[in-house]
């Protein structure tokens, strides 16, 4: 090796070097079955960054009348109640195992939640009288219409269908949750297909009647160290957060009962 060849192939290596550094140092975010205020902060960052002059959202289109799922759990095989402070519950209070739920009805994963895990969980262990489950509400602020859609939900549950208002709009996530100007007419929908007297409903809906029990349910979750949705406490403690599969909470509940 000669003295002339030497610089050229230390700053071949350099160069390589800095490929290979660059290459190991990028940060490949997970995905995670949870909606948290830090996942979208850090999304929309990286969309800004990389497209910072993108054009606004178009409006939507026309509202077509929303496809309506059908209700696929009966609710008559459990005891339906209230909390004290106002939150919809299912199963015998003497249970136990208490399941709280803190979710948002706009958040994508507490809707696969709703549709693949909390069914089982109602046919095995709240029908059977093993579990009191309660429904607590956690809108988080990047889900704009999802304030409103718990209002509807516990507006329905004025009438007793807030159980079948849950499943609607849960079901039909997709129908309005895009929507900035007629998710409410689509909430009507709803709420005319289950049969609701649209009078009261419309009234509920409309005079914010249940905004503060929301209000308080995000405040408990806060309090509680919460920060994404869905998340479960199992008599009163953290234990599974985001959309899990059915054999997550059947451990977590299974260890409760022994």
Not at 168 to 179: D, K, V
Request: hydrophobic share 35%; aromatic share 12%.
């Amino acid at each position: 090796m000669n003295e002339k060849t030497n610089p050229w192939m230390l700053s071949t290596a350099v160069l390589i070097g800095l490929i290979i550094g660059f290459t190991i140092g990028r940060v490949i975010p997970n995905i995670s079955p949870v909606d948290s205020k830090n996942v979208a902060a850090n999304t929309l960052n990286a969309q800004n960054a990389a497209n910072p002059t993108a054009a606004a959202p178009t409006a939507p289109a026309a509202q077509q009348e929303p496809q309506f799922a059908e209700i696929n759990i009966d609710y008559s095989t459990a005891t339906i109640g209230k909390t004290t402070d106002g939150n919809w519950t299912l199963g015998d209070k003497k249970a136990k195992i208490t399941l709280e739920e803190y979710s948002d009805f706009q958040c994508p994963y507490c809707h696969s939640y709703s549709a693949t895990t909390f069914p089982q969980l109602y046919k095995d262990y709240i029908a059977t009288g093993k579990v009191y489950y309660i429904y607590r509400n956690f809108p988080l602020s990047f889900h704009p219409q999802a304030q409103k859609a718990a209002e509807a939900a516990a507006c329905a549950g004025e009438q007793n269908k807030f159980w079948e208002m849950h499943d609607a709009l849960f079901n039909n996530q997709n129908a309005w949750s895009s929507q900035t100007e007629t998710y409410l007419q689509t909430f009507q929908g709803f709420a005319q297909k289950l049969g609701l007297d649209m009078t009261k409903f419309n009234q509920c809906v409309n005079n914010d009647q249940f905004s503060a029990l929301i209000k308080k349910d995000l405040a408990a979750g806060n309090k509680k160290g919460i920060t994404g949705t869905p998340t479960f406490l199992v008599n009163g403690e953290n234990e599974i957060v985001g959309a899990q599969e059915y054999s997550k909470f059947q451990e977590a509940l299974n260890l409760k009962t022994k």
